[in-house]
């Protein structure tokens, strides 16, 4: 959302961290009512429970890998919600764009088709859960 958003120079985004991440969001968007606070919030918790998976129970070597799904499952839905937000917003820049210079910019479906989300692919999820995710990002226009 931050590299759409114009008033944002993308040198503010490289070798972001997560404090840095939530403090843009909040100034750059949540302040212009951009984005609603509840997204920054959100964010800020699954990164916690993130952390917590990854160092305190040790990441990959968690017996169950779907335990998280069984134990807070409302968790996909709550990210789920705020990723919809993310693409409402990214979407209406790049209409916003098009209209007002009557030419497109490269997409999200042409970033994401081009082989970049196959390192998170590998690392995190499952053959069927590769699956889901690529149906997801194809019913969302995400992907090619």
């Given at each position: 959302?931050?590299?759409?958003?114009?008033?944002?120079?993308?040198?503010?985004?490289?070798?972001?961290?997560?404090?840095?991440?939530?403090?843009?969001?909040?100034?750059?968007?949540?302040?212009?009512?951009?984005?609603?606070?509840?997204?920054?919030?959100?964010?800020?918790?699954?990164?916690?429970?993130?952390?917590?998976?990854?160092?305190?129970?040790?990441?990959?070597?968690?017996?169950?890998?779907?335990?998280?799904?069984?134990?807070?499952?409302v968790w996909h839905?709550?990210?789920?919600?705020?990723?919809?937000?993310?693409?409402?917003?990214?979407?209406?820049?790049?209409?916003?764009?098009?209209?007002?210079?009557?030419?497109?910019?490269?997409?999200?479906?042409?970033?994401?088709?081009?082989?970049?989300?196959?390192?998170?692919?590998?690392?995190?999820?499952?053959?069927?859960?590769?699956?889901?995710?690529?149906?997801?990002?194809?019913?969302?226009?995400?992907?090619?």
């Amino acid at each position: 959302m931050l590299c759409v958003d114009y008033a944002t120079p993308l040198t503010q985004l490289k070798q972001m961290k997560h404090a840095r991440l939530q403090g843009l969001l909040k100034s750059k968007l949540v302040q212009r009512s951009l984005l609603k606070a509840r997204y920054v919030k959100t964010l800020e918790k699954a990164q916690e429970l993130r952390e917590h998976i990854n160092y305190v129970f040790g990441g990959k070597r968690i017996k169950d890998p779907y335990f998280i799904k069984q134990a807070i499952p409302v968790w996909h839905e709550k990210i789920g919600i705020q990723f919809q937000a993310a693409l409402m917003f990214i979407k209406a820049v790049q209409e916003e764009y098009i209209a007002t210079h009557g030419w497109t910019v490269p997409t999200i479906a042409g970033s994401i088709g081009d082989d970049i989300g196959d390192d998170a692919f590998a690392m995190y999820l499952s053959a069927t859960e590769k699956k889901r995710v690529v149906r997801y990002l194809i019913k969302n226009d995400l992907t090619t």
